[in-house]
């Protein structure tokens, strides 16, 4: 995976014989990881369907401006903004010039006029349409407007004629749209993240649980795939939305969570347990409702599975961080779960203080590892996350640091 992994590509196709090559398009652009959605002009629809680009891109097909069931939400702004890049390939001779004027006559145009993302062209049309003053005159008025464009390149045409005009192959595309983005600090690492709590039962009605919320886990998902990560999050039952480009796996017991884990380690380079995890379930779980019969009850509890320590024993091994929630003695109980655990990092936190403990938006860490340390005050627990994904960024590259 490269620089357009977890990126969000908006792929506009217009009418021209190269329309077949943006099929080919959208699989080159998914195998690094992009997202892809499609839009299509009318005269486009003429060359390849609809259908075709939405089977391979696995999203519907955009084509009309006014469609009445996307705009009920204003679909097309939401397509905007949705986009990291708009990308029209191939682009023909009179959308650049519709593009260069500013026109917003169809959906396409519209979009991007609409976006704050940065926009391609990659022009396809007869050479002597690409040779006329006009479309010269076009494509340099893109270009002042800070508008990539991507070829044309030189060679026989459907046409027949030879010369400038071609739409670039499929892999040049990906190449030059891949520059547009700057290389992020977790660029195609593989990273597992597990959040929440887990729920242990004591019958079918109650469990055992904590206070957890899944908040931080949450954030440190959504922060790992904004610097490139392909992010798998094993959540606790939380009531979190999942955080976009992030894929979730849902559990509810530690038994559960310690599964999913393990199942993940195939393609895992970096796994951070920010689940506040059961240690300990009931030995019985009752078939039925316990009934209130007694004035007490007696329970045995065993023990949890610990999953970050065998997540450290794995061969191979993961650049495995740890969280140690603790009320007392905070750095000396993070420290030895380092080293007892064998962790390359622990982020410790004191649950017990106010306003940073389960549950709260805000947070204040120290980051651990064998040879120094990180301290972070209280701030929003998405801008910690950011910092910390740095931080392991660093410990897994020091080159960087």
Same mark, same amino acid.
């Given at each position: 995976m490269g620089r357009l992994n977890n990126r969000q590509i908006l792929l506009g196709v217009t009418g021209g014989i190269a329309a077949y090559k !943006? &099929?080919?398009? +959208? $699989? $080159?652009? %998914?195998?690094?990881? &992009?997202a892809v959605r499609v839009v299509m002009t009318r005269a486009a629809q003429e060359f390849i369907t609809p259908l075709t680009l939405q089977a391979l891109s696995g999203n519907p097909v955009h084509t009309d401006l006014l469609d009445p069931a996307a705009e009920a939400a204003m679909g097309h702004i939401e397509l905007a903004r949705w986009a990291d890049l708009v990308l029209v390939a191939p682009a023909s001779a009179d959308f650049i010039a519709r593009l260069a004027q500013g026109h917003a006559d169809d959906l396409l145009t519209t979009l991007c006029l609409a976006t704050a993302a940065p926009i391609a062209v990659a022009p396809a049309m007869n050479q002597g349409m690409w040779r006329d003053s006009a479309t010269q005159a076009n494509v340099e008025q893109? *270009? &002042? $407007?800070? +508008? %990539?464009v991507f /070829?044309?390149?030189? /060679? !026989? %045409? &459907?046409?027949?004629?030879?010369g400038p005009g071609r739409l670039l192959e499929p892999d040049q595309l990906v190449a030059l749209a891949a520059d547009l983005f700057p290389s992020r600090a977790l660029e195609g690492q593989r990273v597992v993240i597990t959040a929440g709590p887990t729920r242990e039962a004591l019958d079918p009605v109650r469990y055992i649980s904590n206070h957890s919320s899944g908040k931080m886990g949450f954030a440190l998902a959504r922060a790992a795939a904004d610097a490139g990560a392909r992010v798998t999050l094993i959540a606790g039952p939380v009531t979190l939305a999942t955080p976009? $480009?992030? *894929?979730? +796996?849902d559990v509810e017991s530690a038994q559960q969570m310690h599964e999913a884990a393990l199942a993940q380690l195939h393609d895992c380079d970096i796994f951070i347990a920010a689940a506040a995890v059961a240690d300990y379930r009931p030995q019985i779980v009752a078939g039925q409702k316990i009934k209130k019969q007694q004035e007490q009850i007696q329970l045995t509890l065993v023990r949890n599975p610990d999953i970050v320590a065998a997540v450290a024993a794995h061969h191979p091994k993961p650049f495995t961080v740890g969280f140690a929630a603790e009320t007392e003695r905070v750095r000396d109980h993070a420290l030895d779960k380092l080293e007892r655990k064998n962790l390359d990092l622990i982020i410790a936190n004191d649950v017990a203080a106010e306003g940073i403990g389960f549950n709260s938006n805000n947070n204040a860490v120290t980051v651990l590892w064998r040879q120094g340390e990180l301290s972070f005050g209280e701030r929003s627990k998405s801008q910690l996350a950011r910092e910390l994904i740095e931080v392991i960024a660093m410990r897994l590259y020091p080159q960087l640091a």
């Open positions: !943006s &099929a080919e398009l +959208i $699989r $080159r652009l %998914q195998d690094q990881g &992009a893109l *270009r &002042a $407007r800070n +508008i %990539q /070829g044309p390149a030189e /060679g !026989s %045409q &459907a046409c027949g004629d030879v976009e $480009r992030v *894929r979730r +796996i």
